[in-house]
Each structure stands twice: as C-alpha cells, then as structure tokens.
C-alpha cells in the first residue's frame, strides 16, 4: 500500500523581481504551500544575469530575472519546478544554458528543459518519505525553434524544451472550402508549399484537409476546431509515463 502523499501546485510563477522579505501578505500562501510534501510551480522566466542576447520571438514578451529569485521562490516553499513553457527560450540557447545552471546550483528538481530531448523529456525526481514522485514538464505553446531535439552519433542534440506538437484543422461547409480554394488559386498563396510538396520536401495534406496559406480546413459543420496532438510527442511522453512508473510510486505530468 502506498503511503499518502500529498501535492500543492500553482500556476506561473511568472518572477522578475527578488520577493520582498517583510511583506507579510505572502505568508498565508507560503503556509499552505509548505503543507503539501510535493510542490510544485511553473518557472516562467529565464534565469540570467542579463547577459543574454534575445531570441527573435517570445512568449508573448521576453521574461528574465537575476538568480537571486529562485531562493525566494525555495524559501516561499516550493520544491519542484516545470520549466517548459512559452518563456523558456525567450533568450535563445545561451539563455537557456544559464536557467538550467542556476537551477542546478540551488539545487532543485526541474524538469522540461535540456541540452537535448532526452534531457528535456526525463522526469524530474523527488525522494520523501512518503515515497518517490516523478514530474514530466512538457509544453503545447511554443515557437518550433524552442523545442529540443534527438541526439544522434553524428550530431549534438538541440537544446530547447520537452515539446507536445499538435494541429488543428478548421471545418466549413462546401461553398467556403470551394472559395478557399478559388482564393488559393487566384492568389498563390499556397504556391511555396506546394513546390516544397513537388520537391518532395513537405508531405501531403491528409486525405480531406485543404491547407490554405498554412491553416488546414476540412468540409463539415461551419464554425468547428480541431486539434490533434501530434502522434511522435504522445507516444514519447506515454513512453515516458511508463517508464517513470517503474521506479517512481507517483507520476505528474504538468
């Protein structure tokens, strides 16, 4: 039987600024934080001394703060962190490198982020004595430049975060799929997509799925959205599960 084993979770912790030490109003908070044995926060800032040049695109904005915040965010009570999300390449590769060094220098169990996929897809582990939690990071949200890639014996892995892909596909009824494709025709705007599918670069849509200016559209009821995960990623994180569960007494996936 297992022992109980209790978790406390927030959201972002979305820092750029040391917390302040006298400030009472966080106390209730860190209180019951603490009183959970596994607890976790998603780390949405990169870590840098400022020293890191920008990528060319962002979460949104570019999000940075100093190592000193990640004491704070340990003292406040938190003892896990899920790095992958849409901040975590904010400032490219060198910014990542100086996240994943100041996280091993707490130290703290992190997850998400690596040098490679491998590294960016293994759990992250907490030994309590209440047992053995595992916690895969993984993000949906995401420039495809920032996700990590395989290594391989001829080439380095990509550093960059744990990816979960996916692709949506928008239905409309047949007189909007037949003007979407009059559109295309009159404007080429699918006109580097298809030569790349001459060249044998790009794969063919799905049988039923019109691409247009890279948006997919399949006839049916107007106004419907739907979104697949990408098959590679699910199997890889289910794998990942499994494997976890071999050795770990629980699982979480943030």
């Known amino acids: 039987m297992k022992n109980k084993m209790s978790f406390s979770a927030t959201g972002d912790s979305l820092i750029v600024k ?29 870590i840098s001394d400022f020293d890191c040049f920008p990528s060319a695109f962002s979460g949104g904005t570019w999000v940075n703060a100093r190592p000193g915040v990640l004491p704070d965010l340990l003292d406040f009570g938190f003892n896990v962190f899920c ?18 060094a100041a996280l091993k220098d707490c130290p703290v169990a992190f997850a998400g982020i690596g040098m490679n996929l491998y590294e960016a897809s293994k759990p992250a582990i907490l030994d309590l004595p209440s047992g053995r939690v595992a916690m895969i990071s993984i993000c949906s949200s995401f420039d495809n430049a920032a996700r990590a890639s395989h290594q391989t014996k001829e080439l380095p892995g990509r550093p960059g975060l744990n990816p979960l892909r996916s692709n949506t596909v928008y239905t409309v009824p047949p007189s909007h799929m037949k003007a979407l494709k009059e559109i295309a025709r009159a404007t080429l705007i699918n006109g580097q997509r298809d030569n790349s599918k001459k060249a044998g670069f790009t794969p063919e849509s799905p049988e039923g799925v019109f691409s247009f200016g890279g948006i997919d559209f399949k006839e049916g009821a107007c106004g419907q959205k739907f979104t697949y995960c990408n098959k590679i990623d699910l199997e890889r994180t289910k794998k990942g599960i499994n494997d976890a569960l071999k050795y770990t007494d629980y699982v979480i996936i943030m």
Not at 25 to 39: D, H, L, N, Q, T
């Open 83 to 100: 790095c992958a999300n849409n901040h975590s390449l904010d400032y490219s590769y060198n910014g990542l490198k100086s996240t994943i």
């Open 18 to 46: 040391r917390i302040p030490k006298d400030y009472d109003g966080f106390a209730p908070v860190s209180e019951y934080i603490k009183s959970a044995g596994v607890r976790l926060s998603n780390l949405e800032t990169v």
